[in-house]
């Protein structure tokens, strides 16, 4: 890999960074910080990106739970559901979000495409500037093409996102680095 691979990623992160609304990563944070339980969902690498923010949230302090996890409670009204990805139209997600949102749950998404069938379902919509194969074909989608494979450049600007949303969370709850580390895990 050569140092003008390495700078194309930063410039493509960078300017993907920089085009997200930050009035959306407010009502993210807001809808977080007032959910009495949080609930995440994602597929593939985006579902990876989703189980790394339900780990901060937890050293947060926030009730959170992995979708389809054997421990995952029964999700309830008032409950918080966040799910990540790229096309908004994986099959199985927007069956867990007509679910949740029939129990009387709130949907928030971090997507490609606002106008996709989970954009439409959510209260609270982040949309990333990146492009995808998954999502060339819907409307709104970005026509270019990224340097990196995939989703790649959409997964790692989620990753982002959610670690700001989550320094702004322990930022406004007076949450210190001291006390995120105490709910590290222990028995590793």
């Known amino acids: 890999m ?10 493509e992160l960078g300017n993907a960074l920089r085009a997200v609304d930050p009035g959306e990563l407010r009502a993210l944070q807001e809808r977080l910080g007032a959910a009495r339980r949080v609930f995440v969902a994602g ?3 985006s579902g990876l990106v989703v189980r790394a923010f339900a780990m901060r949230l937890m050293h947060l302090g926030l009730h959170v739970h992995v979708v389809g996890d054997v421990t ?8 918080l559901l966040v799910i990540g990805s790229g096309s908004g139209e994986t099959d199985s997600l927007c069956a867990v979000a007509r ?3 029939a129990l009387g749950g709130v949907l928030a998404v ?19 500037d990146a492009p995808s194969p998954k999502a060339v074909a819907q409307a709104g989608a970005p026509p270019r093409r990224s340097v990196q ?3 790649a450049l959409f997964e790692q ?28 895990a222990n028995l590793e």
Do not use: C, N, W
Not at 2 to 11: P, R, Y
Not at 157 to 183: I, K, N, W, Y
């Open 110 to 128: 971090v997507t490609i495409v606002p106008s996709s069938t989970l954009g439409q379902l959510a209260e609270v919509v982040v949309r990333v």
């Open 149 to 151: 494979p995939m989703g």
């Open 157 to 184: 600007t989620m990753l982002l996102l959610l670690d700001a949303v989550v320094m702004r969370l322990a930022a406004a709850r007076g949450t210190s680095p001291d006390e995120l580390f105490a709910r590290h």
């Open 99 to 101: 679910k949740a949102k």
């Open 72 to 79: 995952t409670p029964a999700f309830a009204a008032g409950d």
């Open 43 to 45: 597929a593939g690498r």
């Open 2 to 11: 050569s140092t003008s691979d390495l700078e194309g990623v930063l410039d």
